[in-house]
């Protein structure tokens, strides 16, 4: 499998994710930060659900069950969830899995045509016309959230020192 820059570059942006996950604990993964609607949980889960679309274009197929949309979809909230959400161990050993995935299905078809265009409602109706373009969003995309867990988990670290502080 030969693979092109492009796909380089998501494994570089998948791994950034899997590093700053990694060093998380489960409990700090499902705090909602003072301000803001997710959790660091919330935004490795979203992630996951919107690369996944990868697989229900090319192949009509997901990989992720269907409570999934529920918990990770754009305006979910796990302040909302009803459904069990996966654990953190999970995401993570599913984000290793998906990029696998992604080489597979990305490595031989960056000039692959989508027909129709994949159109991203929440960027203005931006539409993708390539395999290419769609997977260099779903790399902006994944560095978006991984800029907000690395801001929750400092966030978090803030807070617990704060707390330490004052029970002294």
Known sequence: MVLTDIVKQFDLTRDALLKTVETVT???????PDGFNNSIKWHAGHTLFAT???FEIFESASYLP???????????????????APTLRQLI?????????IRE?????????????????????????TAGELL?????????HVGHIKTFKQLLQTDEQAADTAAK
């Open 105 to 129: 299905v990305f490595s031989h078809r960056t000039d692959h045509r989508l027909e129709p265009p994949f159109q991203l409602k929440a960027y203005g109706g931006l539409e993708l016309h």
């Open 26 to 32: 489960e409990s700090e993964a499902e705090r909602v």
């Open 136 to 144: 260099n969003f779903f790399i902006f995309h994944e560095a978006m």
């Open 52 to 54: 996944n679309r990868a």
């Open 93 to 101: 050993e599913q984000l290793e899995l998906q990029k696998g995935k």
């Open 66 to 84: 269907d409570h999934y949309g529920e918990l990770f979809k754009p305006g979910t909230s796990p302040r909302d969830w009803t459904t069990g």
